[in-house]
C-alpha cells in the first residue's frame, strides 16, 4: 500500500511538472504565432512597397526614354528651322538652353532612377531576411508543436 501511494505521489509530481511545462509550451506557442503573423505582415508590406518602387521607376524609365526621344525630335527640327530661316546663332543658343534643360530633367529622372533601383535591391534584401526568418520562425513553431504533442502524449499515458 505504501509503494502504491508513493508511486502515486510521484506520478502527480510527475503530472504536475508535465502539466506546467506544457503550459510553458503553449505560452511559447502563442508568441510564435504571433511573430509569425508579424512577419507575414511585415513581408505583405515589404512586397507593397517593392511594387510600388517597381512601378516607379518603370515610370521614371518611360519619362527618360520619352524625354530622349523629344531631344532627338527638337535637334532634328531645330536643324530644318535653322537651315530654312537662316537664323542658325540665335536658335542655336535656343537649342543648347532646351537641351541642356532636357539632359538636366534626363539626369535628375537617371539619378531618381537610380536610386528606385537601389530601394528596390534593398526592399528585396528585406524581403529575403524576413523569408529567411519567417523559415526560422516556422521550424521553431514546428519544434514547438511537436514538443507539445510529445508532452500531450506523454500525459495521455500517463
Same mark, same amino acid.
Given at each position: 500500500?505504501?509503494?502504491?501511494?508513493?508511486?502515486?505521489?510521484?506520478?502527480?509530481?510527475?503530472? #504536475?511538472?508535465?502539466?506546467?511545462?506544457?503550459?510553458?509550451?503553449?505560452? /511559447?506557442?502563442?508568441?510564435?504565432?504571433?511573430?509569425?503573423?508579424?512577419?507575414? &505582415?511585415?513581408?505583405?508590406?515589404? *512586397?507593397?512597397?517593392? =511594387?510600388?518602387?517597381?512601378? %516607379? +521607376?518603370?515610370?521614371? #524609365?518611360?519619362?527618360?526614354? *520619352?524625354?530622349?526621344?523629344?531631344?532627338?525630335?527638337?535637334?532634328?527640327? +531645330?536643324?530644318?528651322?535653322?537651315?530654312?530661316?537662316?537664323?542658325?546663332?540665335? &536658335? *542655336?543658343?535656343?537649342?543648347?538652353?532646351?537641351? %541642356?534643360?532636357?539632359?538636366?530633367?534626363?539626369?535628375?529622372?537617371?539619378?531618381?532612377?537610380?536610386?528606385?533601383? &537601389?530601394? !528596390?535591391?534593398?526592399?528585396?534584401?528585406?524581403? /529575403? %531576411?524576413?523569408? =529567411?526568418?519567417? *523559415? %526560422?520562425?516556422?521550424?521553431?513553431?514546428?519544434?514547438?508543436?511537436?514538443?507539445?504533442?510529445?508532452?500531450?502524449?506523454? !500525459?495521455?499515458? !500517463?
Amino acid at each position: 500500500m505504501k509503494v502504491f501511494e508513493e508511486t502515486s505521489y510521484k506520478e502527480q509530481e510527475k503530472s #504536475e511538472q508535465l502539466e506546467a511545462e506544457l503550459g510553458q509550451l503553449k505560452t /511559447a506557442h502563442h508568441e510564435l504565432e504571433e511573430k509569425y503573423a508579424d512577419a507575414n &505582415r511585415k513581408i505583405k508590406m515589404l *512586397e507593397d512597397d517593392l =511594387s510600388k518602387a517597381e512601378s %516607379k +521607376c518603370d515610370e521614371l #524609365e518611360s519619362k527618360t526614354k *520619352e524625354l530622349e526621344i523629344e531631344l532627338t525630335n527638337l535637334n532634328n527640327n +531645330c536643324k530644318k528651322y535653322e537651315a530654312e530661316q537662316g537664323l542658325q546663332y540665335e &536658335r *542655336e543658343e535656343k537649342l543648347d538652353t532646351t537641351i %541642356k534643360s532636357l539632359e538636366s530633367e534626363k539626369s535628375e529622372l537617371s539619378i531618381t532612377a537610380e536610386n528606385a533601383q &537601389r530601394e !528596390i535591391q534593398v526592399l528585396m534584401d528585406n524581403i /529575403a %531576411k524576413l523569408e =529567411s526568418d519567417l *523559415e %526560422k520562425e516556422q521550424e521553431a513553431h514546428n519544434a514547438t508543436k511537436d514538443e507539445l504533442a510529445a508532452v500531450n502524449a506523454e !500525459i495521455d499515458d !500517463i
